[in-house]
C-alpha cells in the first residue's frame, strides 16, 4: 500500500507539472508570445504611451489574433512568417522593432517541359518572406553552372507584387535554363521595404514545379 501510495504521488506530480509545461509550450508559439519576446529581445516595454493614449502591445496583438491562433491568416505552424507578420503588426502600432531578414522561401517553376524559357508562358515565381522592392538591375542567379537571367532581356517581364516575383516568357529564348532541380543561389536587384538585400539561404533554394 505504502509503495501504491508514492507511486500514486509521482504521478500526480507528474501530472501536475507537465500539463502546465505542455501549455506553455503551446503558448509560446502563438502570437502574445512571439510579440512579448520580440519586444523584450528589442528592450521594449509592453505597455507605450500614457493615459487614454496608451496601451499595451501584447493586448493589441491578443486582440488581433485570430481565427484560433492564427495571426493575419497565417498559421503559428509557419513559424517564421508568423514572427513576420507580428513583428510588422508591432512596428504599424509604433514599436521600434528591427524588420527581420527577407529570405526567399521558394521557388516554383510552371510551364512545359523541365527548362525555363522554352515556351511563351513559362513562368518562376519566387516568393520571400515579407515584401519586396526592386533595387536596381534584377539577377537571378543558380546553381549547376547555369546561367543567370536578368530583366534586361527583353523576353521576359518581372512583376512585384507584396512578397513575391513574377518573372514570366514573352518569346522563347534561344538558350532556355535553368532546369528543375538546381537550386536559386543569388539575387541582385531585390530588396526588403528598407532597401536591405534579400537573402538566399546557405546551399541554395529549389526550383520545383
Known sequence: MKKLMIVASVVALVVMFSFPALALADECVAAPAVAGHLLEEAGIDNRYGTGRDGGNYIREVANYMGPGTDFNGVSKNDVLKYEYEVTMFLRGLGAGIPLPQNNLLSVVFDGVGDLFGQNVGDTMTFTFLGKIQPAGSIHVFFSGGYQEFWDGW????????????????????????????????????????????????????????
Do not use: Q
Open 154 to 209: 527583353l523576353k521576359t517581364t518581372y512583376i512585384i507584387s507584396e512578397d513575391t516575383l513574377t518573372v514570366s516568357v514573352t518569346t522563347p529564348w534561344s538558350n532556355p535554363r535553368p532546369p528543375l532541380g538546381t537550386s536559386v543561389t543569388g539575387f541582385l536587384g531585390i530588396a526588403d521595404l528598407e532597401g536591405n538585400a534579400v537573402v538566399v539561404p546557405v546551399g541554395g533554394v529549389p526550383v520545383t514545379r
